[in-house]
């Protein structure tokens, strides 16, 4: 989520010039919301007790490589892909498994495993035409507009968790949580719809 979050951070710095932000990435979710931290951004709710929980964008996965993929051209159907490498992160392990269920394809095996410890990294390299990533597609419509990544199959996206803001009972009102809450409501909202749209629009289906 910090790939996507970070950039756009300075627009909710334009609206609300008086909010200090201090952002930890640590990926420990042995607590929905580290003691020192007033909001947090999580992918799903694997346990919210004593939080408010509010969604602000969904997710589904989808495989993706850059335009220099040794071999790209060969890969015609979601079965093609065994015979590349596939790019996994640690922190996400389950994402191949659930996107070759939803393509029917459970048991399929690449020709060799690439993995890393983020999904930014492997990002990074399925762009560099080190092989295939699973990737949050809401994440990386920007690079695939660009053509950064290119999507071969995207009639065949998973439904992966989507993405929520947390603080603790009874700190909604706060100011500063309410304004960010309400500000990636708003964007998270707003950018949702446009990849939806994007995708129907590809798919031809608008």
Same mark, same amino acid.
């Given at each position: 989520?910090?790939?996507?979050?970070?950039?756009?951070?300075?627009?909710?710095?334009?609206?609300?010039?008086?909010?200090?932000?201090?952002?930890?990435?640590?990926?420990?979710?042995?607590?929905?919301?580290?003691?020192?931290?007033?909001?947090?951004?999580?992918?799903?709710?694997?346990?919210?007790?004593? $939080?408010?929980?509010?969604?602000?964008?969904?997710?589904?996965?989808?495989?993706? $490589?850059?335009?220099?993929?040794?071999?790209?051209?060969?890969?015609?159907?979601?079965?093609?892909?065994?015979?590349?490498?596939?790019?996994?992160?640690?922190?996400?392990?389950?994402?191949?498994?659930?996107?070759?269920?939803?393509?029917?394809? =459970?048991?399929?095996?690449?020709?060799?495993? =690439?993995?890393?410890?983020?999904?930014?990294? &492997?990002?990074?390299?399925?762009?560099?035409?080190?092989?295939?990533?699973?990737?949050?597609?809401?994440?990386?419509?920007?690079?695939?507009?660009?053509?950064?990544?290119?999507?071969? $199959?995207?009639?065949?996206?998973?439904?992966?968790?989507?993405?929520?803001?947390?603080?603790?009972?009874?700190?909604?009102?706060?100011?500063? =949580?309410?304004? $960010?809450?309400?500000?990636?409501?708003?964007?998270?909202?707003?950018?949702?719809?446009?990849?939806? &749209?994007?995708?129907?629009?590809?798919?031809?289906?608008?």
């Amino acid at each position: 989520m910090a790939y996507w979050l970070v950039p756009r951070l300075g627009l909710f710095q334009q609206r609300h010039p008086r909010i200090d932000i201090q952002l930890d990435n640590k990926r420990d979710r042995s607590r929905a919301l580290p003691e020192h931290a007033d909001v947090a951004v999580r992918r799903g709710l694997a346990d919210a007790t004593g $939080f408010s929980a509010h969604p602000f964008m969904p997710e589904a996965l989808l495989p993706v $490589f850059g335009a220099g993929l040794p071999g790209r051209d060969n890969i015609r159907a979601p079965a093609d892909l065994a015979r590349t490498t596939w790019l996994t992160a640690t922190m996400r392990p389950d994402d191949w498994q659930r996107w070759l269920a939803k393509a029917g394809l =459970v048991g399929l095996s690449p020709a060799r495993w =690439v993995t890393f410890d983020h999904t930014n990294l &492997a990002l990074g390299a399925a762009m560099d035409g080190l092989g295939v990533a699973i990737a949050p597609a809401f994440l990386i419509e920007g690079e695939l507009r660009a053509n950064r990544l290119i999507a071969p $199959f995207p009639e065949l996206m998973a439904p992966d968790d989507g993405y929520y803001v947390l603080c603790r009972t009874g700190q909604e009102n706060r100011p500063a =949580v309410r304004a $960010f809450r309400e500000w990636l409501h708003e964007l998270g909202a707003a950018h949702g719809d446009a990849v939806s &749209a994007y995708f129907r629009c590809i798919l031809g289906t608008d």
